[in-house]
């Protein structure tokens, strides 16, 4: 194996002294999605359609600003970084026109990254298609080569976009999502993967649709790729690999009947038409369709509304269209103006009569059934070999970062060719309930991959209820999903490539008060279950460098950003006395940043730090419910304790906030050589150094500050090796008295969490 700076070894990633790297992670950035010049967030409607002449430099931000960025979440602890780019950033003026001064700002970020030692892996990122859709990724032309006109969505209901929404601030929670199962995104998404199948007749510049939209896409992924093996100091250095595409989703292929909702679709909320009405609607007809809400129950029909296009259509007006504006020739069995799906026999538009209802439920060729898996394992393979092949061409040895549709189960491939060696199963996790209803439910929540499995008679059995039920649920899920990746593709790392949770809960409460509780709450909960799932690593959803507390991440009305620049930093760390400097001009507040090396160590068995008398704290993200005193945005809980380099195997870890309790246990093959320990992030709010105790079964210790990270650091013999490091426990913010230790009724209503099982 090559000195690479990662490699994969079975289902672990390691560096190239055999130790086992755990991917700490975050996702840059969320603001990607939208252009920078003009900036147009998707509460802005001036220049939204003039997507030709946009520019996505300085995204994820400008390059003056990358080393305030990166060496701010060096600190916080994270090794790794998800890249988020996008299709249109790429190729926004026309096929095959590619922005070499968007990859040209790209690798310089790439290069300021390089600096701060992250590993990076670039994700071509899409939600419901594109910015015109209602989410993010592909360039506007993709939409006008399919035949649709983007301007006309908002009235037929083809797509639901904050942009074009009459008052973007009273956009609808969530409501983006929906898109999935409307016309444009269904259309988009199957001619993507299937319109080989399933449009025959859309043909472009003698391809069909399907490879014309393939093409272009991995090509363009290409070209970037390509651009950044040819900067030569990026690879293995920096980038270790590429993931697939963000999200991916079948459309129509699979759907049992086009005149009902299908029992598969969770997501109901707003207008919610069959696939037979939004084909109605998208040509201009006027329908009465289902009108769905999200309650503490879950989805529940609200009423119905008459979706009325008066006659408008989100099909291009051949009269008014000329595809010669991007150079393209389309073949004459395509024909604008009309419904493609009306072209391919689904409906007649001179009676508005259905006549293939069934059109997408078996293959038009082979007459098998289709459905989730086969499209998993058909259409999405496909895809993904031609992207992992593109890649490969430029640069063999990345890893490729596999993310089929996420909570269903993936391909089938363990023991073929495409279970090889430098591949990653790439997942997604979100709470659900906590990410519609934007409230962190500490009484209740459903085991939803349960349910999916079918695995329960009624969804009533999947509820739990208590908050310690409701973390071990979410830890439960994803050691499933983990699982599944190993039963279903072999044996290789798994990453959580997002998990995250919204901030403007409880109608942005937390923004008046400077009272985070919830948001930690909710943070811990999903790390909790991230750290007992066994999974090689995440990468949170997600850092925004725009983000405010009225607009949030710019984009749909999310909320995501661990970062907004209203809300007050976590120090690092504290002065002798256990106080904690809230101003960085203090002396303690710059001494906490120093690159001097403070040991505490070495020890030997069982060797403890005695831990001193903890002073109370100013009030933190738990607030004193003052809107004067902004809260740390819960980095209490999202700040944490994570192994770096392990020597060995490790066996479990996770972080007790609670107790503020770290516990690492693994197997090392060998002792420690003098120069390659075994390293934790530790860090200093949580870990200030003269009050902190460890706990190891053997061998010598120290904490010192590396890289503007605090590392414990360890030197230890083979075999079985546990540590317990404890911190300052807080209550409310404050750091926890001798005295008040004992108050735990106290404790336990306030954090209402359970204790980390991990198992010494």
Known sequence: MPSFRLHIDGSTFRDPHDREVTLHGINVAGDTKYPAHPDIPSHTREHFFDADHVSFVDRPFPLADAHSHFSRLKRWGYNTIRYVYTWEALEHAGPGKYDEEFIEHTIEILRVAKEYGFYIFMDPHQDVWSRFTGGSGAPLWTLYACGFDPTKFHHTQAA??????????????????TNYQRLACQTMMTLFFAGKDFAPKCVIDGKNIQDWLQEHFIGACKHLARRIHEAGDLEHEVVIGHESVNEPNRGYVGHPELTTIPEFQKLRKLTTPTAWQAILTGSGRAVEVETWDFGSLGPYKSGTQLVDPKGESAWLDPSTWDDSRYGWKR??????????????GI???????LKAPHYFTKHPKTGETLDQEYWTNNYFMDYYRAHRNAIREVWLE???FMQSAPFEIPPTIKGTKDDEDNMVFASHFYDGITLIMKKWNRLWNVDVLGVLRGRYLSPAFAIRIGETAIRNCFKDQLTEIRREGTEYMGVHPTVYTEIGIPYDMDEKKAYETGDYSSQISAVDANFYAVEGSGVQGLTWWVYTASNSHYWGDNWNGEDLSIYCEEDRPLPPAGDASGKLSLDPSSPSYSESQSERSASVGPSNLQKTLSVSEMAAQPSTSMGDGGAAAPGFRAAEAYVRPTPVYTHGSVNSYGFDLKNCTFSLSFTSPTPTSPEHATAVFLPAFHFPQQQTSVEVSGGKWQIETVEEQQVFKWWHREGEQRCTIRGVKRKGGAAVGREEEEEEGYLEAYWAMGRNCTVM
């Open 398 to 400: 990345s890893m490729m």
């Open 331 to 344: 073949a004459e069995s395509w024909k604008l103006g009309e419904c493609l799906w009306a072209q391919h």
């Open 347 to 353: 409906w007649d538009p001179s009676t508005d009569e």
């Open 160 to 177: 639901v976009v904050q942009n074009t929404w009459p008052n973007p601030a009273e956009f609808p929670k969530m409501v983006w999502a």
